[in-house]
């Protein structure tokens, strides 16, 4: 009877389930984040550590200044077509039908009469003013800071006035009242002007372009009994050459020195300011290269 009244005895398992893999997707994104990261913060540090004038560089290497803005192709024999019933691939395939026709030669130079030659030669121009202003323009800088950089002419870098001309580059030294850079009524320039002239030759030095150089004077008559204001300014322009080929310009980079008197003065509304006495030195832009055969 006691075996009877025993409960049986029950044995339950339990059987875990067994976890899956959860992946590595967030790893791959991890590591894209620390690469970002790593890539933003050295992208910083070399903003920071780069000049002023590497960031210039920079900029105009991407610059796309030789970029045409026609749709028609730009001449040559990996010209485009563009949907028009111009263009310079389709004058190339004319011609070549032509040629074809009258037995001539396949690969015959473009016809000078259909207008490629001369928008090619506007291209190229445009190409290389665009490549002249971003020199000029490194040339300003750099003179600027070549001034800056020197404590005694620092202040002097209001008498310095510079700008991109259609001629060239424009240096113009100007005079100030009270702090004129020639002696009174003389062409002998003074310790002040002959820096400021030494910093700009230093960098047209490094540049491949002539110079012009020209004196300006106002319009009062000089002091010296018998001289003219044009005898002055152009003394003052042969010395303000002196000091230019001292500090390292060569004579064949002089392509003029000019003595222009009271002709062109800076303030035309009174002759008689300090600041129309003044030595300009202008980068000149270069001279587009002649073909082979061309008349000069």
Same mark, same amino acid.
């Given at each position: ?15 875990? #389930? ?48 030789? $970029? ?56 190229? #121009? ?37 700008? $991109? ?9 100007? +005079? ?7 002696? #009174?009524?003389? #062409? ?14 230093? $960098? ?13 004077? +106002? ?69 587009? $290269? ?7």
């Amino acid at each position: 009877m006691a075996a009877a009244n025993k409960a049986p005895i029950i044995v339950k398992k339990i059987k875990k #389930a067994a976890h899956g893999h959860h992946g590595g997707a967030w790893k791959v994104a991890y590591a894209d984040f620390v690469t970002a990261m790593m890539a933003f913060f050295l992208l910083m540090w070399l903003i920071n550590t780069t000049s002023p004038e590497q960031k210039r560089g920079i900029a105009d290497f991407f610059a796309p200044a030789s $970029v045409s803005e026609t749709t028609s192709g730009a001449g040559g024999l990996l010209a485009g077509q563009a949907l028009a019933e111009s263009g310079a691939r389709q004058a190339q395939e004319t011609q070549f039908k032509e040629g074809r026709a009258n037995g001539g030669d396949l690969q015959g130079a473009p016809d000078p009469n259909d207008g490629t030659a001369e928008a090619s030669e506007a291209s190229l #121009a445009a190409a290389r003013a665009a490549r002249e202003n971003a020199e000029f323009e490194r040339a300003e800088q750099s003179i600027r800071q070549a001034i800056q950089d020197m404590p005694d002419l620092a202040e002097l870098s209001k008498h310095v006035l510079m700008e $991109v001309t259609p001629e060239g580059l424009r240096i113009q030294l100007v +005079d100030q009242e009270g702090r004129s850079m020639f002696e #009174a009524g003389g #062409a002998q320039l003074n310790s002040r002007a002959r820096k400021l002239l030494a910093a700009v030759a230093d $960098v047209a030095a490094d540049l491949p372009n002539r110079l012009s150089i020209a004196g300006h004077t +106002d319009g009062s008559p000089p002091s010296a009994r018998g001289a003219t204001n044009w005898e002055l300014s152009a003394d003052r322009a042969n010395a303000a050459r002196r000091v230019i080929q001292a500090a390292g310009v060569p004579q064949d980079r002089i392509y003029q020195v000019a003595g222009k008197a009271d002709s062109e003065p800076l303030f035309p509304d009174d002759p008689t300011l300090p600041g129309n006495r003044r030595i300009s030195v202008t980068l000149l832009r270069e001279a587009p $290269v002649l073909p082979a055969g061309a008349a000069p």
